[in-house]
T-cell receptor, first 114, second 113 residues
């Protein structure tokens, strides 16, 4: 157990729908990062939050949004889902902005859009 | 723009052999280079990492070689074991407060018994 908890582990939904993925970082970690992993795109950085504030955006679609709450858990909201959004979504956390030892990843949420 | 290029895409090695995975980067703002190991159904896990002021780092059977002038680094797995079969990602972290992690495309390693 990495200490980073992601729920749900699996999610199957239809095109056009909206889903919310949840991430609880390791105890004490202030930073949360979201990554999308697909077969053809590898691990793509989506967004970074630090202590409730957005720090950086990567290749995140406008249909996607995220937030980090006062208890430091984070949610990634995906709307108007398309077949191409099917992927593994990982959350990672770190004490500060990445730190000396990089990030700790959760086990991911596998999203299937049908 | 792919900032970290990784090769090969897949690698098959006999048990006891040496596995070598290569990466190259372009952005000179990168200041930390971790390698991650990912098993099916799991998230990437930090394996070993190196700073650019060090040319080599060894941890057990895993060694990173770093060539700053060529902007290249590689992972060597000595005495490869079937349990090492996984996907390996090189990565780079950029300097600055965001410390964003940029991944290579991954190498699927299979170690035959």
């Amino acid at each position: 157990d990495s200490g980073v908890t992601q729920t749900p582990k699996h999610l199957i939904t239809a095109t056009g729908q909206r889903v919310t993925l949840r991430c609880s970082p390791r105890s004490g970690d202030l930073s949360v990062y979201w990554y999308q992993q697909s077969l053809d795109q590898g691990l793509q950085f989506l967004i970074h939050y630090y202590n409730g504030e957005e720090r950086a955006k990567g290749n995140i679609l406008e249909r996607f949004s995220a937030q980090q709450f006062p208890d430091l858990h984070s949610e990634l909201n995906l709307s108007s889902l398309e077949l191409g959004d099917s992927a593994l979504y990982f959350c990672a956390s770190s004490a500060q902005g990445g730190g000396l030892y990089g990030y700790t990843f959760g086990s991911g949420t596998r999203l299937t859009v049908v | 723009q792919q900032q970290v290029k990784q090769s090969p895409q897949s690698l098959i090695v006999q048990k006891g052999g040496i596995s070598i995975i290569n990466c190259a980067y372009e952005n000179t703002a990168f200041d930390y280079f971790p390698w991650y190991q990912q098993f099916p159904g799991k998230g990437p896990a930090l394996l070993i990492a190196i700073r650019p002021d060090v040319s080599e780092k060894k941890e057990g059977r895993f060694t990173i070689s770093f060539n700053k002038s060529a902007k290249q680094f590689s992972l060597h797995i000595m005495d490869s074991q079937p349990g090492d079969s996984a996907t390996y990602f090189c990565a780079a972290i950029s300097s600055g407060s965001a410390r964003q992690l940029t991944f290579g495309s991954g190498t699927q390693l299979t170690v035959l018994p």
